[in-house]
């Protein structure tokens, strides 16, 4: 039970990578608050994280991009354990493509808002809480496009580019007081937002749906999706005292495409 008396507060705990994560920080005995917009996707994770695990388990509407609605947030992740989140996972985000040209202040504005500003607003709430008890791990859900960059993501890339910022100099900031911050970056993982993003292909281009995802799926060398338990278990090795030497890292789970 490597996660043991541990509060572990996961964004976009809802679905997808998030309820990964969820699942695998409950499966080594954390406690686990998951927090997204969808009140019903979120209770329904943690129900099952009570169910599977026997583990106290809570479920949280919040908005990221909003800054009172992560501070009401912290306050109920307070209440339900009596004291703010040891493991913080950053993982809350939305993929939407436009050229830039194309890319409108709310396109813009939106991706920022819960990509980077909803990670700054989280990671800037745990942190006092983690410094007085001496102990904190932050785990920042980036991307590969974090690292690099594409057509039609210039908004979603750059937002991430500053997750791995924030991810680096924080990581600075708190080494002394026992906490490690970090960012994960995967390539595409086999989740809601890359179906939705092969319906978007599928739309824009003449490819079918089999197309689109064999194209995806040719960005890894691996030729295939990541799945988001491969990034759960990144994520669980970094939350607990085996990975306390990993701080200020960016690691990538993408099967080798990115090789820095
Ligand atoms: P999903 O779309 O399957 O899940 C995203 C989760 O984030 C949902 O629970 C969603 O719930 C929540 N969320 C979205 N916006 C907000 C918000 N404003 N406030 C709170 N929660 C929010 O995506 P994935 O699981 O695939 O992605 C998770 C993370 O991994 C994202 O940061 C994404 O950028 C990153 N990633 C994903 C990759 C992929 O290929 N899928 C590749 C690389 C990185 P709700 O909508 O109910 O709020």
Known sequence: MKLRDRIALITGGGRGIGRAIALACASEGAQVAVAARTMEQVESVAKELTDQFQVQATAIACDVSNVNSVTAMFGKVSEAFGRGPDILVNNAGIAESALLTRTDDDLWRRIQGINLDGTF????????????????????????????????????????????????????????????????????????????????????????KDQALESLKKMSPQNRLVTAEEVAALALLLASEDGRGINGQAINVDGGGVLF
């Open 121 to 208: 607003y989280c990671m800037r709430a745990a942190m006092p809480g983690m410094i007085e008890r001496g102990w904190g791990r932050i785990i920042n859900i980036a991307s590969i496009a974090g690292k690099t960059g594409a057509p039609y993501i210039a908004a979603y890339s750059a937002s991430k580019h500053g997750v791995l910022g924030l991810t680096r100099s924080a990581s600075q900031e708190v080494a002394k007081n026992g906490i490690t911050v970090n960012a994960i970056c995967p390539g595409y993982v086999d989740t809601d937002m890359t179906t939705r993003g092969i319906e978007n292909i599928t739309q824009k281009t003449s490819l079918t």
